[in-house]
Nanobody, 124 residues
């Protein structure tokens, strides 16, 4: 499975960006898709996840109400709509895949495949 993340860039605080993650090599309709981020000097952290059928989503408390994760299994693509961006959202954002939804959802070690990351920079 190859994951290609895109859509990052430079945006002012309060602005919006939409990240995309396109998968190839395997249909991922039965897999959980997640987004993580890693700010400079910090550990990678969970941002959001969505089940294969897009029925269930979950978000980190820091982004809840501002970010929305969605997917289109026909396109093998997942998106992360980011609104009301803050300087503390600055990070490299990664998409990732895992086979099922459980209590390890928030752990990066539970994800099997990763994209290359896309940089989001939010200026104040």
């Amino acid at each position: 499975v190859q994951l290609q993340a895109s859509g990052g860039g430079l945006v002012q605080a309060g602005g919006s960006l939409r990240l995309s993650c396109a998968a190839s090599g395997q249909t991922l309709s039965n897999y959980v898709m997640g987004w993580f981020r890693q700010a400079p000097g910090k550990a990678r952290e969970f941002v959001a996840a969505i089940t294969g059928g897009a029925i269930i989503t979950d978000y980190a408390a820091s982004v809840k109400g501002r970010f929305t994760i969605s997917r289109d299994n026909a396109k093998n693509t997942v998106w992360l709509q980011m609104n009301s961006l803050k300087p503390e959202d600055t990070a490299v954002y990664y998409c990732a895949v895992r086979p099922f939804w459980d209590s390890n959802l928030y752990s990066e070690y539970a994800y099997k495949f990763w994209g290359q990351g896309t940089l989001v920079t939010v200026s104040s």
